[in-house]
């Protein structure tokens, strides 16, 4: 094989897993019985070798003549072996170097009744609102780090992409 083709493959490899690293999936749902709108921006992210995942949701609520629009952080963690508990305390966030405490608004673990080829999976995740400053932040920032705290874990830190920035800001401007 011609070391110029063997360049050309690695090169696509990398390029396919940077994308996938740096893009979330955005999807809109309406439920008519609450009359709500829902855009949602997922990421999968790894920490300490385990995926995880994390949404950022917009939720706009019809109420006849008034709209009104929340914001939240969905994390969740998926493993086989040990569980991963949020705490109460939520998660920090960094915005261009100006920091924020977020406190959950509830914490959630389950155990599914169904076996994985490796065992039970062991679901966790926390539930977070954000206020509209910090919105009108992320709609100019240039770097996001996240500090999630866990209770048997430790904390771990988390660079959100640039990529799933952008993708955020894209939720953040969509309207019903």
């Not at 749902?29 to 829902?38: M, P, R, S």
């Not at 490796?118 to 100019?140: D, E, M, R, V, W």
Request: some cysteine; overall charge positive.
């Amino acid at each position: 094989m011609k070391i110029a083709t063997i360049k050309y493959i690695v090169f696509f490899v990398l390029l396919l897993g940077l994308s996938r690293q740096s893009h979330a999936t955005i999807t809109k749902k309406h439920d008519i019985v609450t009359k709500t709108t829902t855009i949602e921006s997922e990421q999968e992210f790894i920490i300490d070798n385990l995926a995880g995942e994390v949404s950022f949701r917009k939720h706009i609520i019809n109420r006849g003549d008034l709209f009104i629009t929340e914001y939240y952080l969905f994390f969740k963690m998926k493993t086989i072996k040990n569980w991963w508990f949020f705490t109460r305390d939520g998660v920090v966030i960094n915005i261009d170097d100006n920091i924020y405490q977020l406190l959950p608004e509830k914490t959630n673990s389950w155990m599914p009744s169904t076996q994985t080829k490796c065992g039970y999976a062991l679901h966790t995740s926390t539930t977070i609102p954000i206020s509209n400053k910090l919105i009108s932040f992320l709609q100019k920032a240039n770097r996001v780090y996240f500090k999630i705290y866990f209770i048997d874990q430790g904390d771990k830190n988390w660079v959100l992409s640039y990529g799933v920035l952008y993708e955020w800001r894209a939720v953040i401007n969509t309207n019903e």
